[in-house]
């Protein structure tokens, strides 16, 4: 019922900014949640951030450094990363809450490929 399809990630140098695009594809778009999660290799999935109706939230890692936003009717998931660091090397997967509008959401149901973030120094 509804793709995800990212892009945006790359390799960058300690300090510098990329911003992922978490594009959505089917109709309609609920008003449930939207999430970016990274795994690094041997490592467990961290959620990063997530938007919401009720605002956003952050991991502590990430706070102050990568806002989250939901544009263009729902149909489009951003991450903007700036000041990033060596350990945010991972790969960074948007999901989406299935179901209808609130409060029928169901929970990240839906997944994008992932994009492979590489922060070099």
């Known amino acids: 019922q509804v793709t995800l399809v990212e892009s945006g990630g790359g390799s960058v140098q300690a300090g510098g900014s990329l911003k992922l695009s978490c594009k959505a594809s089917?109709?309609?778009?609920?008003?449930?949640?939207s999430y970016w999660y990274r795994q690094a290799p041997e490592k467990e999935r961290e959620l990063v951030a997530e938007?919401?109706?009720?605002?956003?939230k952050y991991a502590d890692s990430v706070k102050g450094r990568f806002p989250i936003s939901l544009v263009d009717g729902r149909s489009t998931l951003y991450l903007q990363m700036n000041n990033l660091k060596t350990e945010d090397t991972a790969i960074y997967f948007c999901?989406?809450?299935?179901?209808?509008?609130?409060?029928?959401?169901?929970?990240?149901?839906?997944w994008g490929q992932g994009a492979q973030v590489t922060v070099s120094s």
């Open positions: 999901s989406r809450d299935g179901g209808g509008d609130q409060p029928f959401c169901q929970s990240r149901n839906y």
């Open positions: 089917g109709y309609p778009f609920n008003n449930c949640g």
């Open positions: 938007i919401s109706s009720d605002g956003t």
